[in-house]
């Protein structure tokens, strides 16, 4: 019987392996694998001041764990590593495989065939591998209102998404999902993932499997992607909030000129505010929660935040902004990953 937490990790005993990341969840699988006395030999991050230069979602300081490890950790000269200082420090400590979670950048080719098994990363999408691969699947998903994610352990190249895949674990996107419980759902996958994997990878061992069908990408989302058009049906404006919530930049909107961020909000009912325009606040309550009107119903505000001593109020409107260039916006959905709902 499977005991949560009781795992054995069975690598090699002189195995070396780099683990590189700079997020909260890589921290969190980072540390279940030193519980488990995984050969990590180095740590490579970023510190604070790159992280805020590269705009980094999730971003968590390693120093600490290398500390309490007694690990060197190897800041690179850049984010994406393409100083020729970074390629030197890796042809200089041979090891044998690095684990890339969390890391929001391509690695160098270079830097890759330093490591004698190649280095592991990780990427998903509701349809699996080949298709979603490029930037935010989970966010997007969450937009998509998919039911599902489909994430890989792949061998890296120099590609966007495009390694060799060595296993894969499935997972629900429930309705009750927002951005966070996501990450939650991704660590415990990789987890398992490299638990059960590592040790064949090292040992040569692994048979790896070419990513097959049709190649897909998802765009780049920006911080003003996460503006509410308030003709958007309910579903669709409390997808956009669940998929960008802390800890990305968050859905926001304005009334009177004030931003308005909303950080959680739940459909609340088809049956109230029918003769309502949509964005005008209907009920507002002391607890400071509101109720939106909506094209096909009303929208429940519970977490939010305003600039100076702005408060809800009943007939206040949020204001649409003319027309919205957002890249999730209706005519480009065609372009991200197809329409229809993935094979079952």
């Excluded at 180095?42 to 968590?60: L, W």
């Excluded at 690990?71 to 390629?87: K, R, S």
């Amino acid at each position: 019987m499977y005991v949560p937490g009781d795992r054995t990790l069975d690598v090699p005993e002189d195995a070396e392996i780099v683990y590189a990341s700079c997020t909260r969840p890589g921290h969190e699988v980072l540390e279940s694998l030193l519980e488990h006395d995984a050969p990590v030999s180095e740590i490579v991050s970023i510190t604070p001041e790159m992280a805020e230069r590269g705009s980094v979602c999730k971003y968590r300081s390693f120093a600490e764990i290398a500390e309490a490890h007694d690990l060197p950790i190897y800041y690179p000269q850049e984010y994406a590593m393409e100083d020729p200082a970074d390629l030197d420090h890796f042809q200089t400590i041979d090891a044998d495989c690095m684990i890339v979670n969390g890391w929001q950048r391509l690695v160098p080719g270079e830097i890759l065939d330093t490591f004698e098994r190649g280095a592991l990363g990780n990427h998903g999408s509701a349809f699996g591998l080949p298709r979603g691969r490029g930037r935010s699947p989970l966010n997007w998903s969450l937009v998509e209102d998919l039911d599902r994610f489909l994430l890989s352990v792949i061998q890296l190249d120099p590609g966007a998404d495009s390694g060799e895949v060595v296993t894969t674990r499935k997972f629900d996107l429930t309705t009750y999902d927002t951005i966070e419980t996501l990450y939650h759902k991704v660590t415990m996958a990789i987890e398992e993932m490299l638990f059960e994997s590592l040790g064949p990878v090292l040992r040569g061992e692994v048979e790896y499997g070419e990513q097959r069908g049709e190649v897909t990408y998802y765009p780049k989302r920006n911080p003003e992607d996460g503006e509410i058009h308030w003709g958007n049906t309910t579903r669709d404006i409390y997808n956009q909030v669940r998929a960008v919530t802390d800890p990305y930049p968050g859905a926001f909107t304005f009334h009177d000129g004030t931003p308005v961020e909303i950080w959680e909000a739940t459909p609340f009912s088809d049956e109230f505010a029918l003769d309502v325009e949509p964005g005008v606040i209907v009920e507002s309550f002391e607890l400071g929660d509101f109720v939106v009107a909506t094209p096909d119903g009303t929208l429940l505000v519970t977490d939010w935040e305003a600039e100076g001593s702005w408060e809800p109020a009943p007939g206040r409107r949020f204001e649409s902004r003319g027309e919205h260039d957002r890249v999730d916006r209706y005519e480009h959905r065609e372009h991200l990953t197809g329409s229809g709902a993935p094979d079952a």
